[in-house]
Antibody
Framework: QVQLVDSGGGLVKPGGSLRLSCAASGFTFSDYYMSWIRQAPGKGLECISYITSSGSFTNYADSVKGRFTISRDNARNSLFLQLNSLTVADTALYYC????????????WGQGALVTVSS | QSVLTQPPSASATPGQRVTISCSGSSSNIGRNTVNWYQQLPGTAPKLLIFSHNQRPSGVPDRFSGSQSGTSASLAISGLQSEDEADYFCASWDDSLNGVVFGGGTKLTVL
C-alpha cells in the first residue's frame, strides 16, 4: 500500500535551518510529481513547493522562494525539503504529498513533520 | 489570505444535507477541476473528491462535488457525526503554476 513517512522536524531558532525528508513506498516513486504542503497551527493548507517526477523542474510559493529547496532521490524513493533562513511565520506542520496527473490532486499524504521556529 | 474563498464554518444535524461553497477566479476554478479534502481532528488531510466529481475508493457516495464557472461546491447528504471535520477545496492555478487552497470550512454536526 502507498505510504509516505515524513521526518526531520524540530525546534529551531529564527535564522536557522532544517532538512525534512519523506520516505515513499508502495508505488513507483519516479512516476509521480511530489509536493510539500504546510499548515500553520489552527490555519489552512498552503502548497509551498512541488517537483516533477524526474526532478528537472521545481516550483515554489512566494512565501518560501529563495529560502526553501525541494529535491528528490528517485533511487532512494525519497523527497526532501531544505529550509533555510527560518522565521517564526514558518512554524507549521509540513506534509509531503503525492500529486496525481488526474485532476492534479494530492491523493496520498504523509503524517506531517512539525517545524517550530522560536527563540 | 487564501486564493480560494470558503465559508469558515457550516453546521447541520445528522441526516441532513449540507453544502460548502468554494469561490475562485478564471485562472484556477474557471479553467481547472476542483478537488476537495477532508481533515479529521489531529490527522492529515484526505482526498475526498477529485476531477470534477470522482471519489477515491472508500469514500461514500454521500459526498459529491459540482463546479460551475469560477465556483464549486461540496455536498454531503445523510450527514453523520463522523463527518465533523475541516473541509478544504483546492485547484490548479494557471497564473501561479501551482495548487491553491481555500481557507477551509469547519463542519459541525449538531
Amino acid at each position: 500500500q502507498v505510504q509516505l513517512v515524513d521526518s526531520g522536524g524540530g525546534l529551531v531558532k529564527p535564522g536557522g535551518s532544517l532538512r525534512l525528508s519523506c520516505a515513499a513506498s508502495g508505488f513507483t516513486f519516479s512516476d509521480y510529481y511530489m509536493s510539500w504542503i504546510r499548515q500553520a497551527p489552527g490555519k489552512g493548507l498552503e502548497c509551498i513547493s512541488y517537483i516533477t517526477s524526474s526532478g528537472s523542474f521545481t516550483n515554489y510559493a512566494d512565501s518560501v522562494k529563495g529560502r526553501f529547496t525541494i529535491s528528490r532521490d528517485n533511487a532512494r524513493n525519497s523527497l526532501f525539503l531544505q529550509l533555510n533562513s527560518l522565521t517564526v511565520a514558518d512554524t507549521a506542520l509540513y506534509y509531503c504529498a503525492r500529486l496525481t496527473a488526474v485532476g492534479r490532486a494530492f491523493d496520498y499524504w504523509g503524517q506531517g513533520a512539525l517545524v517550530t521556529v522560536s527563540s | 489570505q487564501s486564493v480560494l474563498t470558503q465559508p469558515p464554518s457550516a453546521s447541520a444535524t445528522p441526516g441532513q444535507r449540507v453544502t460548502i461553497s468554494c469561490s475562485g477566479s478564471s485562472s484556477n476554478i474557471g479553467r481547472n477541476t476542483v478537488n476537495w479534502y477532508q481533515q479529521l481532528p489531529g490527522t492529515a488531510p484526505k482526498l475526498l473528491i477529485f476531477s470534477h466529481n470522482q471519489r477515491p475508493s472508500g469514500v461514500p457516495d454521500r459526498f459529491s462535488g459540482s463546479q460551475s464557472g469560477t465556483s464549486a461546491s461540496l455536498a454531503i447528504s445523510g450527514l453523520q457525526s463522523e463527518d465533523e471535520a475541516d473541509y478544504f477545496c483546492a485547484s490548479w492555478d494557471d497564473s501561479l503554476n501551482g495548487v491553491v487552497f481555500g481557507g477551509g470550512t469547519k463542519l459541525t454536526v449538531l
